[in-house]
RNA sequence: GGCGCUAUCGUCAAGUGGUUAAGACACCGCCCUUUCACGGCGGGUUCGUGGGUUCAAAUCCCGCUAGCGUCACCA
């Protein structure tokens, strides 16, 4: 008995944008064919001119790259069994609607489309199609031929009797024949709808296993019904439950723009790194079972994989976990590498802060759960905040404008003579102000800190801060605030 | 409306007839602390509902409800 290599197909529609949901669809497909050592075919169902989206297919295999998803087939890719673009398979989808037509199993419709007829009646918006054209008679079927006459090549539904499929997640789901619309298998403008094209292409790519939204169940039997008529092998079905957004008002619903980012873009432009994005994606709506682990490597996912683990429910998009995790794999990282992630968000620093970069990101990695986060971050490194005497009163420490000043003044005095500006001279010297001044440490760095931040709250202490700023801004900044603190006071 | 899918903490989820119903995120408290983080410790909250089956049900069956999907010359 031949092994049959386990085949996956991905088949995004070129529309410039990658939602979540099919981001995630393509990984578990790509999980799967791996852990199968089988393959993963990128094809691109560009069959709608209408939502065509210039250079749509880079974006799409840049994106899968991103996420470190490897198709071995694809428009790019190689394979023997291109095209993998469908709108250059019409030849194929041609002869194969043909060939239905001529075993009775569709029909050639004449009907026009009249998409733009609004009707009200409530039984024609769930009537479907009336098969008109069904059972034309010869005469007249031939006379619209001679007459040229547009048309469309509809499957021809049996009107009794039910369809059954297996789906390795739902088990067998069964729907009455009398359900399916006698649907369009080839527009008039000879393209092929998703209906037919997807039959036709997994059949001849040998796709073994068709991974896809739940909201292809219903057409599903549709599918099978093509595979029969034209003696084929089923394929295995796996139908993954939808990735929802969570409102304002609490309700659930398939994800989409009102919920924030739906794109894999979104995210990685918002500063999430792919990796991360891939990590928590693989877990919503999968779960390695024999593990609590959390934080995993493409290569661990691989080899954990199995569809068992994968939940019939919707699962709920939760940017807190997303956060979490993406701080994970910050805090994972070294000051270089986190440096080199973020630098584009560091924006245009002066000489002095993008010296010490590297140092920056040390303090950062730890706060961050987006790269957006940044650019607030630091700002006041650059730019000092307006003074705000209120910062300086502070109840816990103890700290109030007057003493303030009387903290600020010595420190001042201590750190002009202060020249070798590193942080461990820094350090140091302030350590031993603290302790001369027979203060508690946080009662002398409450005001310092705000002196030279003008912030509440600041990525890093006094030391850190002083030596970002500098020797001379350091300086500046107390100066300033001294000034600023003792006009507040009279 | 017809048809279909789904139903364990706020969220992701483990669980497959007998468990103190895991774990993670979030939340709250405490510790650490130079603010915020990081790290450590602890805490609360969960089986949609009504019927069965069974000695025993989150687990099996049926109804109900709710959510979602689908009913295109879109995918």
Known sequence: MKKIRTRFGFAPSPTGYMHIGNLRTALYAYLFAKSQDGDFILRIEDTDRARYVADAVEFIENTLAAAKIIPDEGPHHGGNFGPYVQSERMAIYKKYAEELVENGYAYRCFCVNHEDENTNDEEKKFGG???????????????????????????????????????????????????????????????????????IDDHLMGITHIIRGAEFITSTPKHVLLYKAFGWELPTFIHLAPVMGKSEDGTVSKLSKRHGATSFNDLVEMGYLPEAITNYVALLGWNPKTTNQEIFSMAELIEKFSLDGLSKSPAVFDYNKLDWMSGE???????????????????????????????????????????????????????????????????????????????????????EKVEDWTLDTLNEKIAAFTENSGLKTGTVMWPLR?????????????????????????????????????????
């Open 329 to 415: 794999y910050f805090k994972a990282m070294t000051d270089e590498e986190f440096a080199k992630a973020a630098d584009k968000f560091f924006g245009e620093l002066d000489e002095n802060l993008a010296s010490k970069k590297v140092y920056l990101s040390s303090l950062l990695k730890t706060r961050v759960a987006k790269l957006s986060e940044i650019p607030a971050m630091i700002k006041f490194l650059q730019e000092m905040p307006p003074f705000d005497a209120e910062l300086f009163i502070n109840k816990r420490n103890k700290v109030t404008v007057e003493k303030s000043i009387e903290i600020i003044k010595p420190a001042l005095e201590m750190l």
């Open 129 to 199: 199609y009336n098969r008109h054209c069904r059972d034309l008679d010869r005469e007249e079927l031939e006379a619209n031929i001679v007459a040229r006459k547009p048309y469309v090549i509809r499957q021809k539904m049996p009107l009794t009797g039910e369809t059954t499929f297996f789906d390795v997640l739902h088990g067998n789901i069964t729907i009455a024949n009398s359900e399916l619309e006698d649907q369009v298998l080839l527009k008039s403008d000879g393209m092929p709808t998703y209906n037919f094209a997807n039959v």
């Open 450 to 490: 705000i002196a030279i931040s003008g912030q509440k709250v600041t990525p890093g202490g006094v030391v850190e801060i002083l030596y970002l700023l500098g020797r001379e801004e350091g300086l500046k900044r107390l100066t300033d605030a001294l000034d600023a603190l003792s006009n507040v006071k009279q």
